[in-house]
């Protein structure tokens, strides 16, 4: 784990819809110790800020991050082409965790950009024995990430994709991800891993627990306004964690109940 930036360099810049891109990273010296899925960096673009991003694909010492602007940083970095120096410090936080998975039926829960943390989970667990089921909610058509690798997810794994607005091409689901829970027919030995909109993690774990799915099966990637990434500045607090070092993974056993207080 590096406190200050280490420079990597982009490979690709790959746009995913209107608003958000993949970088793929290469280190220009030593690369940073390795990434797990669901852990994060700080992602440095220079002369403008840092922002914590959640690695979306990892290939030995390359690493992928899918950046959707929201900001003056996550602007910045969306403007980068290959070449462009990027400055990560990292890896930091929980990652999923995937103990007990490879023969159980496994979950995948994923809303808008939340299905970036979860690509590398997904990655994993293509092709293991077990049963793997993702399920993805979208804005529209246009804002699903990585159209078709989740099209070629399905020929090994349960794929369903719905969508809160369809265009006219569309032919497929309408409406909130939870909906789609009874395809899949989760139960007490499902493993689900969600990420996604605060308020869709809530229902989603709701849904899981009225399901027979137990807490601590369901983990949830928490996220807060994190500046550091090592614990320091109390930025990212939610009751007694600090996600950036107690998370952002974390089961629903603890976290349902530090998000159904509003205040937090």
């Not at 899918?66 to 980068?80: E, F, I, Q």
């Not at 120096?85 to 930091?92: A, E, I, M, N, T």
């Not at 007990?100 to 829960?109: F, I, K, R």
């Not at 369901?218 to 990434?229: D, F, H, K, T, V």
């Amino acid at each position: 784990m590096s406190a200050v930036p280490v420079p990597y360099r982009v490979a690709s810049a790959r746009p995913e819809t209107a608003d958000s891109v993949s970088l793929e990273l290469v280190a220009q010296d030593a690369p940073l110790p390795g990434f797990s899925p669901g852990q994060f960096a700080m992602v440095y673009a220079f002369g403008v800020g840092e922002v914590p991003i959640s690695v979306s694909a990892i290939d030995g010492a390359t690493v992928t991050f899918t950046v959707r602007s929201v900001g003056a940083v996550s602007a910045a970095l969306g403007r980068l082409g290959p070449g462009s120096p990027v400055g990560l410090r990292g890896p930091f936080g929980t990652g999923w965790n995937l103990t007990g998975t490879a023969d159980a039926d496994v979950l995948v829960v994923a809303g808008g950009i939340g299905l970036a943390p979860l690509r590398p989970v997904v990655h994993r667990l293509l092709g293991p024995a077990g049963r793997l089921s993702v399920l993805v909610g979208t804005r529209t058509p246009a804002d699903l990430l990585y159209p078709d690798e989740v099209a070629a997810w399905g020929g090994t794994a349960r794929v369903e994709v719905t969508v809160d607005r369809p265009d006219r091409e569309w032919s497929g689901s309408v409406g909130v991800v939870t909906a789609l829970l009874d395809r899949v027919e989760p139960g007490p030995g499902t493993a689900a891993l969600v990420c996604g909109p605060e308020v869709m993690m809530r229902r989603t774990a709701d849904a899981l627990l009225a399901r027979g799915v137990p807490a601590d099966r369901i983990q949830l990637s928490l996220e807060r306004n994190m500046r550091c990434g090592t614990g320091h500045c109390g930025h990212c607090q939610l009751g007694p964690l600090l996600l950036c070092r107690d998370g952002p993974v974390v089961d629903c056993a603890v976290s349902r109940q530090l998000l159904s207080v509003r205040e937090l």
